[in-house]
């Protein structure tokens, strides 16, 4: 089955700081979201991005489909953006449909 | 606009028992995934529930089930609880099946299996 690798697995940053997060997927698919999940277990829903660029304030993604890779930049960080950031891929057709959550990256942001 | 809501919040079940978790769909979706995320991993997904039919599956046996209701409210039923079965269960809704449609998460609910 398709493996989704997010990298790198922690990262501690000084706030102030800018980040790049890496998600990899081994197969095709159909649609991709970042998230972020707070310490309550909350997942936010960050960036719905199947492809190209999106910005929203600080948080920026690409997606390159055809390489089989996303980012996610975050530019200024905050102690508020500490937390675990899971992509997550779907693949299939009506009746099949899987949806597979990359490793994630812990992020800690230091004051 | 109401979010995905779930309940209960926290449960403890004894090993062998059967338990019931509950989704409410955010307002204007029709379609309701379930996952399951374990301590320290990341969300695996359990099936979804489209027009009240299963629409996919995960690699979970037979014993986790469910249901999705006409208000597109849906139930996730786990019988022989295990004691791997103690995780996070998360419920997600989408506007239309599959390809295109963004999901959202509700709060999840702990489970405990003792």
């Known amino acids: 089955g398709i493996q989704v690798e997010q990298s790198p697995p922690d990262l501690i940053l000084q706030e102030g700081a800018n980040s790049t997060l890496r998600c990899n997927f081994s197969d095709s698919v159909n649609n991709l979201q970042w998230f972020h999940q707070n310490p309550w277990g909350q997942l936010i829903n960050l960036f719905y991005?199947?492809?190209g660029t999106k910005q929203n304030g600080r948080l920026s993604a690409t997606t390159v489909a055809t390489e089989r890779y996303s980012l996610l930049y975050i530019s200024s960080s905050q102690t508020t953006d500490s937390g675990v950031y899971f992509c997550a891929v779907e693949q299939g057709t009506s009746g099949t449909y899987k949806y597979i959550f990359g490793t994630g990256t812990r992020l800690k942001v230091l004051a | 606009e109401t979010g995905v809501t779930q309940s209960p919040t926290h449960l403890i079940k004894t090993r062998g028992q059967q338990v019931t978790l509950r989704c409410s769909s955010q307002s204007g979706h029709n379609t309701v995934s379930w996952y399951q995320q374990a301590l320290g991993q990341g969300p695996q997904f359990i099936f979804q529930y489209y027009r009240e039919e299963e629409n996919g599956r995960g690699n979970f046996p037979p014993r986790f089930s469910g249901l999705q209701f006409p208000n597109y409210s849906s139930e996730l039923n786990v019988n022989a609880l295990e004691l791997d079965d103690s995780a996070l269960y998360l419920c997600?809704?989408?506007w239309g099946e599959g390809v295109g449609y963004e999901q959202y998460f509700g709060p999840g609910t702990r489970l405990t299996v003792t």
């Open positions: 997600a809704s989408s």
């Open positions: 991005i199947p492809s």
